[in-house]
């Protein structure tokens, strides 16, 4: 089993619509998760971070944390064509200073 | 804000070959990374340093050497290039007080081994 796993997509979605995007981890022991947003050709730049069980809201990005079933996710609404790019879940190993990233979910936005 | 600052951004390396990517931070920040990203997946974590002196080994370190004798430069060596080695490299920062810091990315690093 991988550490951190996102289905590769890509996810299509209407503009305007809830794009849900999922990660799943395996060291039940991980405490910080971090949604990151790169464009092709582009760097990694972060979206949110959450530490703790339930919703965490930042405009039109929420992430949600399910420590017990072991999965964080980000909900995007009122999506925008600019909002077309990968998106990749980071997750802190417990007790270091390393973060293990997923593959990433691609995400296009339909004008 | 120069932010974390990567040079070269393009390399074609022949077989063999070494080189080093260059990689700063004017952040002050202690913790620093280095990432490679092949088409399609995700990072992997090559090298990473908690502070001055101090560097350890991530997901992917052979082929690879770091050092880092400021709090600054965090260089990452390539010896004997392989085409295995044709990715793109980050370098990141990060803060920490405690783990869970967010991280911060350079540009990225375009190397082609041929």
């Known amino acids: 089993q991988k550490e951190v796993e996102q289905n590769s997509g890509p996810l299509s979605v209407p503009e305007g619509a809830i794009a849900s995007l999922n990660c799943t981890y395996s060291d039940r022991g991980s405490q910080s998760f971090f949604w990151y947003r790169q464009y092709s050709g582009k760097s990694p730049e972060l979206i949110m971070f959450?530490?703790?069980?339930g919703d965490k809201e930042d405009g039109r990005f929420t992430a949600q944390l399910n420590k017990a079933s072991q999965y964080v996710s980000l909900l995007i609404r009122d999506s925008q064509p600019s909002d077309s790019a990968t998106y990749l879940c980071a997750v802190n190993v417990r007790g270091t200073y390393k973060y293990i990233f997923g593959t990433g979910t691609r995400l296009k936005v339909l004008a | 804000n120069a932010g974390v600052t990567q040079t070269p951004k393009f390399r074609i390396l022949k077989i063999g070959q070494s080189m080093t990517l260059q990689c700063t931070q004017d952040?002050?920040?202690?913790?620093m990374y280095w990432y490679r990203q092949d088409p399609g997946m995700g990072l992997k974590l090559i090298y990473y340093?908690?502070?001055?002196?101090?560097?350890d080994k991530g997901e992917v370190p052979n082929g690879y050497n770091v050092s880092r004798s400021t709090t600054e430069d965090f260089p990452l060596r390539l010896e004997l290039a392989a085409p295995s080695q044709t990715s793109v490299y980050f370098c990141?920062?990060?803060?920490?007080?405690?783990?869970?810091?967010?991280?911060?990315f350079g540009e990225g690093s375009w190397l082609t081994v041929v």
């Open positions: 952040m002050n920040h202690n913790y």
């Open positions: 340093s908690v502070g001055a002196g101090i560097t």
């Open positions: 959450i530490y703790s069980n």
């Open positions: 990141a920062s990060s803060y920490h007080e405690t783990a869970g810091n967010t991280i911060y």
